[in-house]
């Protein structure tokens, strides 16, 4: 074997590992991809003689270069229009069933709590939490010291569980029941019915970045949500047509006109109620939102 194939048979055994770890860093897969691509070519660069544990080495470098990214776009999402979400992600549903720490680390109410944190804290909590690395792994990866790390984690971990809700996997038949006795209220316009599907506190999210028409805020409430939800429907023209689908782990309507998706919208489920809709309609982030993606930590 020549040393480019140990290279590349070695990226390979660990890629969706790495991609995980961008993508929960990012909240972006096409960001993911580009960071793994760069990362790649550094990583052709190795000497492997000097490489001693493979799976930390390019752990520590894939976070660098998510670190990267994310600190160069802090402008860009300052100045976004309306509220940001992370891209949408189409899993192989199989990498996250048995494994509940990954299926909750790549939920869409998972990564909107991480886009709370710093860059450094969403780094840290990433590799310490979901993927179970060293505090001095980590100080490596992150340019920190072993005690800025453990500092850092302790708040990363503080501040998520103070915002997110209970995680509860969701059995696959429950939740295509709802989703189709969803799909049922709001085609046929039956408010109550719809209403008698959510939780108190549902929320409503739009991304666009301007780009599409949506909500500038999020629409809060039963009534309001359900109301917007079923004017959406009432718009839909026969060009139009809608798919149920899975993504984040989460069960997920795609609009489709023609063969192009014009948006994809999760549905968070908790205790039998729906308590948020994350709707993705900026054309940007959907550009590769049919691209299945397999993840593993």
């Known amino acids: 074997m020549t040393t480019a194939d140990e290279h590349a048979e070695r990226f390979t055994l660990l890629r969706p590992l790495l991609f995980t770890i961008a993508y929960e860093i990012l909240g972006s897969a096409t960001e993911a991809d580009d960071v793994l691509q760069d990362g790649y070519l ?33 402008r860009r999402r300052e100045d976004y229009v309306g509220p940001w979400l992370p891209e949408p992600l189409l899993l192989d549903e199989r990498d996250a069933a048995t494994d509940v720490v990954l299926a909750e680390s790549v939920s869409m109410a998972m990564l909107v709590v991480l886009e709370t944190l710093t860059p450094d804290e969403r780094a840290v909590f990433v590799l310490r939490e979901v993927f179970g690395f060293s505090h001095d792994e980590i100080a490596a990866a992150v340019g920190k010291s072993t005690a800025a790390v453990r500092q850092i984690s302790h708040r990363a971990r503080e501040h998520v569980h103070a915002r997110r809700r209970r995680f509860e996997p969701l059995d696959p038949q429950q939740s295509e029941q709802i989703t189709m006795q969803f799909l049922l209220a709001a085609a046929t316009g039956d408010v109550d019915g719809l209403m008698g599907m959510l ?37 839909a023209t026969p060009e139009y047509r809608i798919e149920a689908a899975n993504y984040n782990g989460a069960p997920a309507l795609v609009v489709y006109r023609g063969e192009v998706p014009e948006s994809v919208m999760t549905i968070e489920i908790t205790d039998g109620t729906i308590t948020n809709f994350y709707a993705m309609r900026n054309p940007e982030k959907l550009a590769a939102v049919t691209v299945r993606r397999e993840i593993s930590r």
């Open 199 to 235: 939780a108190p506190d549902v929320v409503f999210t739009s991304d666009s970045d301007g780009k599409a028409s949506s909500a500038r805020r999020p629409v809060l409430g039963p009534d309001k949500v359900a109301r917007f939800i079923i004017g959406l429907f009432r718009q």
């Open 42 to 74: 550094r990583w052709a660069t190795v000497d492997l003689d000097e490489v001693r544990d493979t799976k930390a080495y390019l752990a520590q470098l894939v976070t660098r270069q998510a670190l990267n990214t994310l600190r160069s776009q802090a």
